[in-house]
């Protein structure tokens, strides 16, 4: 028989005490530290045909690849691997859901990039499908316009080759458990 597990006594957060927060917070830290497995996971079950050339995990990490052969920061690097992970989730919101996913363990350029980069990626499809391919311009004078820009054509937009040699997510696996690392967890949101 599996001994219970220590759990809290209020069944609405209004009744919690200090106690039943702490306890609760033991639980937080190890679920941050499971999550480097989690984005690996997720990164993993993106190995299957979706109609490119190349799986969504093969994208990831040609777009990675491409990254780190260009001398980017690692945040930088694991944010161009694992800016499509949204498609796991939502995949008509994919790039808000990959920034909200990465928000508190990376920069706000880095958030700003990932979570702007489908509709920045538009410029080179969207005129197929009846869209503005121009939409991105309505973020012109963002200070990270730029840097969306070039995120997009140097690392996204290019990596669909099945003839690119990409590392592989074991190259990849120890940038990904120091990037979201529990230590670099920002304060949490709480506005």
Known sequence: MTPARPTVAFTAMADGTAADYRLLETYEHVELARFPDRILGWLRAMDDHTGYQVTRLEHSLQAATRAHRAGEDEETVVC??????????????HSEVA???????????NHWIMKHHGVFQGVY??????????????????????????????????????????EGLEFFEPMVRRVFHPDRVHAPDLG
Not at 148 to 157: E, K, M, P, R, T
């Open 80 to 93: 161009a691997l694992v800016h499509d992970i949204g498609d796991m989730l939502a995949p008509a919101n």
């Open 99 to 109: 920034a909200a996913v990465v928000r508190p363990y990376v920069s706000e350029r």
């Open 125 to 166: 499809w969207f005129h197929h499908v009846g869209a503005d391919p121009y939409a991105r311009d309505r973020y012109a004078d963002h200070p990270w316009y730029q840097a969306c820009v070039d995120f997009c054509a140097d690392y996204d937009q290019n990596s669909f080759d099945p003839d690119y040699p990409s």
